[in-house]
């Protein structure tokens, strides 16, 4: 079966640290993965996403994201976290050859020290 | 401008008082999907849609119902909402471009039943 998973559901760093949100899945084929925020009260916000052109994806925000595929791992990365990236984090999976479902992470919620 | 649009943005209604979330996509996709987030438990898929006149269940769609008469619209239907149908609702759409896909989530429906 397909499924995504979060490895942490929260994650504190401070202001100018680097962030890493992990995330695995499981697909039987190269799938499409994205990474959202949802800000408090917020809609989805796309950050970035991976459909094959590069394993390394960058997105909005000086977030990025590697691909591997030997670890079946998608990570959202950032050098150093600024107050605004407190939010949730969701990893999707939308696994490639077909099939109707978009799968959800359970989310990240990130929190930035000052 | 691509995008998915959702009306109303906020809602309040009391139990067993039917209620429509119009949901419509400018990009010509075929796919479109309802999600319902509830603290704790992420999104959810709620129906999915892969043409006109074509619709399937998803993770959880008892108490509501959708249809789709033209590519562009897909309503969320609610014929008698109860309080645990209090939630946020997203709708979606996606393409598909060699086997990757991407999506686009409307802005979100808050909902709350009484």
């Known amino acids: 079966a397909q499924s995504v998973t979060q490895l942490d559901s929260h994650v504190s760093v401070s202001e100018g640290t680097p962030v890493l949100l992990r995330c695995n899945y499981s697909?039987?084929?190269?799938?499409?993965l994205f990474w959202y925020v949802q800000h408090p009260n917020k809609g989805l916000q796309l950050l970035l996403k991976?459909?094959?052109?590069?394993?390394l994806v960058k997105g909005i925000n000086g977030f990025e994201a590697e691909f591997k595929k030997s670890e079946t791992s998608f990570h959202l990365t950032k050098p150093s976290a600024h107050m605004s990236d407190a939010a949730e984090y969701f990893c999707v999976v939308i696994p490639r050859g077909g099939g109707f479902k978009t799968i959800f992470g359970a989310g990240t919620r990130l929190f930035v020290k000052a | 401008e691509a995008q998915v649009t959702q009306n109303p943005r906020y809602l309040i209604t009391v139990t067993g008082k039917k209620l429509t979330v119009t949901c419509s996509q400018n990009m010509n996709h075929e796919y479109m999907s309802w999600y319902r987030q509830d603290p704790g438990l992420g999104l959810r898929q709620i129906y999915y849609s892969m043409n006109v006149e074509v619709t399937d269940k998803g993770d959880v769609p008892e108490g509501y119902k959708v249809s789709r008469k033209e590519k562009r619209n897909f309503p969320l239907i609610l014929e008698s909402p109860s309080p645990n149908q209090t939630s946020l609702y997203f709708c979606a759409s996606r393409t598909e471009d060699r086997g990757f896909f991407e999506q686009y989530f409307g802005p979100g429906t808050r909902l709350t039943v009484t």
């Open positions: 697909s039987s084929y190269s799938p499409s």
């Open positions: 991976y459909t094959s052109a590069a394993t």
